[in-house]
């Protein structure tokens, strides 16, 4: 089983950026999807973005679309998620995952999570 650590969330103003990471343990994670999901207080837990096991193809959610980036290095076992003109509805917890089928964007499609990174995104 894979294990996922994020880091790099924090306190930003509205406008910023942020450059998320997810170091994964484990011989097996350039064979499996990546996703990120972010879950803000009262919420459910939602897609954020997703990348296929050698980084050529993505998938964003609509409200992330052309400010969010994701990307892997295998190498590394590192997925990362550049964050930029940050708004405060991007307020959240954000959470990686191991993915068991590309192109979903349910939870229950994604096994191996981490334990979050908080970001806030004052206005």
């Known amino acids: 089983q894979v294990q996922l650590v994020e880091s790099g969330g924090g306190l930003v103003q509205a406008g910023g950026s942020l450059r998320l990471s997810c170091a994964a343990s484990?011989?097996?994670?350039?064979?499996?999807?990546m996703g990120w999901f972010r879950q803000a207080p009262g919420k459910e837990r939602e897609f954020v973005a997703a990348i296929n096991w050698n980084g050529g193809s993505s998938y964003y959610t609509d409200s992330v679309k052309g400010r969010f980036t994701i990307s892997r290095g295998n190498a590394k076992n590192t997925v990362y998620l550049q964050m930029n003109s940050l708004k405060p509805e991007d307020t959240a917890v954000y959470y990686c995952?191991?993915?068991?089928?590309?192109?979903?964007?349910?939870?229950?499609?994604?096994?191996?999570w981490g334990q979050g990174t908080q970001v806030t995104v004052s206005s």
């Open positions: 484990g011989r097996t994670f350039s064979s499996y999807t």
């Open positions: 995952a191991t993915g068991l089928m590309f192109g979903s964007r349910w939870p229950r499609d994604f096994g191996s």
